[in-house]
């Protein structure tokens, strides 16, 4: 395939995952707000800080107010990472390779982005903001079922999920490095008493807190919380889980073209170093280290697998 | 003014709509106003749109679908079809003769500067024999009706010729949304031209490889008609390709794909002559691909249409077209020209000018319907600058007498409402055969008393049914 078909229908994949990562984000710091007594200001402001937005945002706004940071984050045009922005970007990289793509693949994004563009061409309305969140999630996932159900499961397939995936890991480590200090034993002294909240907000980021306390029985504790959110395989947005998923794609774009390529032992090194983590249980406070790192050499493979196929 | 679907005489319907007449007459008129809506929806949801240079809030725009189809009988078919394909045959030989041994020039036919001087004439393409002794693969022609039998070519576009997608996803969403209609009347199949171009293009390929790798070539995703190139890729199975995604090698062309460079053999490009390679042409230009067009003229890729293919279709030449074909085919045309006066000639300029609000005068390069005059739709102050441009520049202009176009019926808000149409079928040239798909691409001009179908200037489309018998 093209080259360039391989670049957009990455970038595709890395946006459309990002723009549902975003919404979970909000999801979960909506019901913080919503169910805790202080402002949430702190977490509204965390928001828009472990996306790396700080400075165009308080270019533009005075103050972490909930609607500040929703419009900011889900409707501002000239907010590059804003749900809308990155729909509008998905839906034009699939533009490109239409041809790539099965009708219900292309309709799926199409449709979406024509129903945001309609929601959310106005200021939103918090009453209107749950039902917002919850369908670009849903269009995300009819994007994941078509893809799945209708598409052949062939180099362009695995394109579009190592842009998922990659995407999806450097969500979970930004979400686990903005918190992690939260994790820290000491942090419960700290703030006098673990911090529940902060956790669950964590766990709902990354859709996972049913599983969390359906395999925890209800105990919440900060290791587990880690431990989980890093090395447990069967969970879909763990560093691990996405690292085999990652490692799996590389593997089946080898076996197509016939060699080994540097993106393939970068990603078979990286996900070594994940299981070597877990098999040393890993001390929180290496913690910090251990996701600058992951976040770095997740960044770098991007960059790798660019040169490797020709993306560009 | 001629009515494809009402028979003045009778009040009724004329044959080729006899049983469309009955099936409008027996339908809901709100719930055809909320089809039409649904029609809108389909392609918007499908993505079918088109963007409009020079628009900035709007990027992608639908182009209006009238949903009542266009009627045309087995035997008004088979005079056009006749005459295209005499016309595109002509067209060939013309563009093969006038790039080696320009005898129609020697014949006195055609005056010398006038294919020589010409801006759409290319010199790098002389003495240069394009695989398969093809120049111009696809052909639109633009025709327009004016009674039962009166049939005129307004234009040939033998360079890229766009709007082919329309005529089939207009079939596709008729097909969806009045299934009934077709099994009441029996219509000639358009689906299936994605596979004959791609098995024409590889015909022509065939002196360079069996079984050719073929490319659609698109300037991108800002092109007006990059719906229609991703749609044509698609259907016929072949990679989507911008310049930058080739490179020369060896003189061979290659693709960069992510396995590696792999080579191309034929190229459906729809970009333009000057935008194919900044060595051989536009120096400026980014969506070409440097060294193309000497791999071409090395015979190892075939280029459809053949690059200076625009000599064919320049409207300065357009006048000449009942003589060239009589000049090559040996016989007289069998479809209308439109009588035509070249402004540049100084009694056609007086002519032109002492009858401009009778007159439709059009750029000699022009296209889309932009810089054109229609003198009975135009207002004293329009003609009187038009006038200026004309005496300023008259060598760029060429006038035509304002033809009553036919109507057929649209469906409006009050109701069904005629309105003009014209025509443009699709043709496709290989050395065994040039065929036509039956019907085309039908162009409406939406408001009431137009003549300018463009869909640039708000002009719709239609299905367009050829009946099998």
């Known amino acids: 395939m093209l080259g360039r078909y391989a670049d957009n229908l990455y970038w595709m994949a890395r946006y459309l995952e990002r723009s549902e990562n975003m919404a979970r984000r909000i999801d979960a710091t909506l019901h913080h707000a919503l169910t805790q007594t202080n402002d949430g200001a702190a977490e509204w402001s965390s928001v828009i800080v472990s996306n790396g937005n700080a400075a165009l945002f308080n270019e533009k706004f005075s103050g972490h107010s909930m609607a500040n940071v929703i419009n900011f984050v889900l409707r501002d045009q000239a907010n590059t990472n804003s749900v809308m922005s990155l729909l509008g970007k998905a839906r034009q990289n699939a533009r490109i390779v239409r041809t790539a793509l099965t009708q219900e693949v292309w309709q799926s994004l199409n449709e979406s982005w024509i129903s945001y563009e309609n929601a959310l061409k106005r200021p939103i309305n918090i009453r209107d903001l749950p039902a917002i969140l919850e369908s670009i999630v849903k269009g995300s996932s009819l994007f994941r079922g078509a893809l799945y159900g209708t598409m052949l499961h062939n180099d362009i397939f695995n394109f579009v999920r190592l842009g998922t995936f990659i995407e999806r890991a450097d969500n979970t480590a930004r979400i686990i490095d903005a918190k992690y200090h939260r994790l820290l034993p000491t942090a419960s002294a700290l703030v006098g008493g673990p911090d529940q909240s902060q956790w669950e907000v964590m766990l709902r980021s990354v859709a996972a807190w049913r599983s969390f306390n359906w395999l925890n029985k209800g105990r919440l504790d900060p290791v587990g919380v880690a431990i989980f959110l890093i090395f447990d395989k069967r969970m879909p947005r763990s560093l691990s889980f996405c690292y085999k998923e990652i490692s799996s794609n590389l593997h089946d774009l080898e076996m197509a073209y016939g060699r080994q390529y540097d993106a393939g032992d970068t990603a078979r090194a990286l996900a070594q170093t994940i299981k070597d983590g877990e098999q040393n249980n890993i001390h929180m406070s290496n913690l910090h280290d251990f996701i600058t790192s992951f976040i770095s050499t997740n960044n770098q493979l991007s960059l790798t697998i660019a040169k490797d196929f020709n993306l560009n | ?469």
């Open chain 2, 1 to 469: 003014m001629f009515d494809e679907m009402i028979d003045p005489d009778s009040d009724g319907a004329r044959q080729p709509y006899a049983s469309m007449f009955e099936w409008l007459n027996e339908q809901n008129f709100s719930k055809l106003c909320n089809q039409s809506k649904q029609a809108e929806e389909l392609f918007r949801r499908i993505g079918i749109t088109f963007n409009v240079y020079g628009q900035k809030d709007e990027q992608e725009r639908l182009i209006p679908f009238d949903i009542i189809p266009r009627i045309l009988s087995a035997q008004e078919w088979r005079v056009m079809e006749a005459g295209i394909v005499q016309r595109v045959a002509a067209i060939n030989a013309f563009l093969d003769d006038v790039y080696n041994a320009q005898e129609i020039i020697k014949a006195g036919i055609i005056p010398s500067d006038l294919i020589n001087r010409n801006k759409a004439f290319l010199p790098q393409m002389c003495g240069f024999k394009p695989p398969g002794g093809i120049y111009t693969h696809v052909v639109g022609v633009d025709i327009v009706r004016t009674d039962v039998n009166e049939f005129f070519v307004l234009e040939d576009n033998a360079r890229v010729p766009s709007g082919v997608s329309y005529m089939i996803e207009n079939r596709a969403t008729m097909l969806q949304m009045f299934p009934e209609l077709f099994t009441s009347n029996h219509i000639k199949q358009v689906s299936n031209y994605p596979k004959q171009l791609f098995r024409s293009l590889a015909a022509g390929a065939r002196d360079i490889a069996d079984n050719p790798n073929i490319a659609v070539l698109t300037p991108g995703i800002f092109n007006s008609a990059y719906y229609e190139h991703s749609f044509l890729a698609d259907e016929m199975g072949v990679d989507l390709l911008q310049g930058s995604d080739l490179e020369v090698r060896d003189g061979k062309v290659m693709i960069r794909t992510t396995a590696g460079i792999e080579p191309v053999d034929v190229i459906y490009r729809r970009i333009d002559d000057e935008f194919i390679d900044p060595l051989s042409f536009d120096p400026q230009s980014v969506l070409g691909t440097p060294g193309l067009f000497d791999a071409y003229r090395s015979g190892n890729v075939m280029l459809a249409n053949a690059p200076g293919s625009g000599i064919a279709d320049d409207k300065a030449i357009y006048s000449y077209m009942p003589a060239i074909i009589e000049f090559y085919m040996g016989a007289k045309p069998l479809l209308n020209n439109i009588p035509t006066w070249r402004c540049g000639n100084p009694d056609d300029l007086g002519y032109v000018l002492d009858n401009l609000a009778e007159l439709v005068v059009k750029e000699v390069h022009g296209s889309g319907g932009y810089g054109m005059l229609v003198g009975p739709a135009s207002s004293q102050r329009e003609l009187a600058r038009f006038r200026q441009k004309l005496i300023a520049n008259p060598d760029n202009y060429v006038a035509q007498p304002t033809l009553s176009l036919s109507t057929v019926p649209i469906l409006t808000k009050a109701g069904l409402a005629p309105r003009h149409v014209d025509l443009r079928p699709f043709v496709l040239v290989s050395p065994n055969e040039i065929s036509v798909t039956p019907g085309g691409l039908t162009r409406v001009a939406l408001k009431k008393g137009s003549l300018v179908v463009n869909s640039s200037q708000g002009g719709g489309t239609k299905d367009t049914w050829v009946l099998e018998y």
